[in-house]
T-cell receptor, first 116, second 115 residues
């Protein structure tokens, strides 16, 4: 069975602080995919990144960066110089396995509050 | 804007009633997934359709059903509604799951309130 743990329920920071959101996963699959989604107060789920299990390179996109470490089964997300607009709930998700349908398992989400 | 559309955006109804939620996937996407998001259960997968055929079922109640039409839009039918069915219902679409876990793009959701 797959499992995604986002141990941080809520994080509160002041604008311009750096913040890291943790994601730890469990899977028996050798091939799998990891995702991060953002859910702002407006409610929609916005896709941020997808990473497959064979690619452990870190990724940077503007103020966002992701650190994937298979050795610790973690896929952490860092926001540098946070802004109020980053306030949202962030979900980590895991897909993988056999069969015709790769249904992602989502973590419970981390609510990030960025204060001005 | 993900390209996935959902209607209606909000729905208020009474217990015992039946409602239909509609989803249009991104152009070219063959797969449609339905999710329920509630405060206590988090984001729960309900059902997956690929090109008109049901592919996988998750935690979907027997009172709920879905289908995907030839034009690839999908409808989620919720009947005999209970207070606990109040939630945000998301539709997501992806191109093709058979090649591996594909990125799902989510619609804006339908907020259902059962009074």
């Amino acid at each position: 069975a797959q499992k995604v743990t986002q141990a941080q329920t809520e994080i509160s920071v002041v604008e311009k602080e750096d913040v890291t959101l943790d994601c730890v996963y469990e899977t028996r699959d050798t091939t799998y995919y990891l995702f991060w989604y953002k859910q702002p107060p407006s409610g929609e789920l916005v896709f941020l990144i997808r990473r497959n299990s064979f690619d452990e390179q870190n990724e940077i996109s503007g103020r966002y960066s992701w650190n994937f470490q298979k050795s610790t089964s973690s896929f952490n997300f860092t926001i540098t110089a946070s802004q109020v607009v980053d306030s949202a709930v962030y979900f980590c998700a895991l897909s993988g396995g056999s069969g015709g349908s790769y249904i992602p398992t989502f973590g419970r989400g981390t609510s990030l509050i960025v204060h001005p | 804007d993900s390209g996935v559309t959902q209607t209606p955006k909000h729905l208020i109804t009474a217990t015992g009633q039946r409602v239909t939620l509609r989803c249009s996937p991104r152009s070219g996407d063959l797969s449609v997934y339905w999710y329920q998001q509630s405060l206590d259960q988090g984001l729960q997968f309900l059902i997956h359709y690929y090109n008109g055929e049901e592919r996988a079922k998750g935690n979907i109640l027997e009172r709920f059903s879905a289908q995907q039409f030839p034009d690839l839009h999908s409808e989620l039918n919720l009947s005999s509604l209970e207070l606990g069915d109040s939630a945000l219902y998301f539709c997501a679409s992806s191109v093709d799951p058979s090649g591996g876990p594909d990125t799902q793009y989510f619609g804006p959701g339908t907020r259902l309130t059962v009074l």
